[in-house]
């Protein structure tokens, strides 16, 4: 498996750490800034998507991009797809829910826990480092392919399916972020994101549960001597 040439690696930190930013930023902006940012509307994306691209090409250390890379390792691909996806979405002023989709979650979530795992010793299946391996590299990319063209054309989740293959695209024409699959599919700022995400899923289901209990099943029961009856 070849390797991405240093230069990309470094012209990729900063693209995908300004798309990421500025995804950040402007979900934060309308929370910090109620009053100012409807107003300034596509302006203000606009000023803030570009200032952050400008902070990000800084040379050397004088660049974020620089520190972010040293403390978190190159961002994955599909974490740079959805932060373009999502400046995408507000750029058109379609609306973005912070949440990955429940399904990408689980999935993320679960290939984390065994990725992280293994790096760990715990398991000890060499799982990563066959992410470097050409074939076992290949078909694992083209399992992800179909499986973001499929969430994306069956409108499951748009914007997962499409990370995804902008992910895979990424990495199958240059490697990147590291010339290992992991790298491109899974990075800990995606995998902490997808386990919130998990979190709040399973928590708006159970809430919502008890709610959609339909009302034959709650049977009325006599308590004898008391003339009340329970539920």
Excluded at 181 to 199: H, K, M, R
Aim: some cysteine; overall charge positive; aromatic content about 10%.
């Amino acid at each position: 498996m070849s390797l991405p040439d240093l230069a990309l690696q470094i012209i990729y930190a900063r693209i995908a750490w300004g798309l990421i930013a500025a995804a950040m930023l402007l979900s934060v902006l309308p929370t910090m800034l109620p009053r100012i940012f409807p107003q300034l509307a596509r302006r203000s994306r606009a000023i803030v998507a570009i200032t952050v691209a400008a902070i990000m090409a800084l040379p050397g250390e004088a660049s974020p991009a620089y520190w972010l890379t040293l403390i978190f390792q190159y961002p994955s691909g599909l974490l740079a797809g959805y932060s373009l996806v999502a400046l995408c979405a507000r750029w058109t002023e379609k609306p973005v829910d912070f949440l990955l989709h429940p399904a990408f979650a689980l999935a993320l979530t679960l290939v984390g826990v065994v990725l992280y795992l293994d790096a760990f010793g715990v398991l000890a299946l060499g799982l990563y480092y066959r992410g470097f391996d050409s074939d076992a590299a290949a078909l694992l990319a083209g399992a992800a392919a179909l499986a973001g063209a499929a969430a994306f054309t069956m409108r499951w989740a748009v914007s997962g399916g499409a990370a995804l293959l902008a992910s895979v695209l990424l990495f199958s024409l240059l490697r990147l972020p590291t010339g290992n699959l992991w790298d491109a599919l899974l990075d800990p700022l995606l995998w902490a994101w997808a386990v919130g995400s998990v979190i709040v899923a399973a928590r708006r289901y159970y809430r919502a549960r008890p709610a959609s209990l339909p009302a034959a099943e709650l049977v009325p029961v006599s308590v004898p001597g008391s003339g009340v009856e329970q539920l």
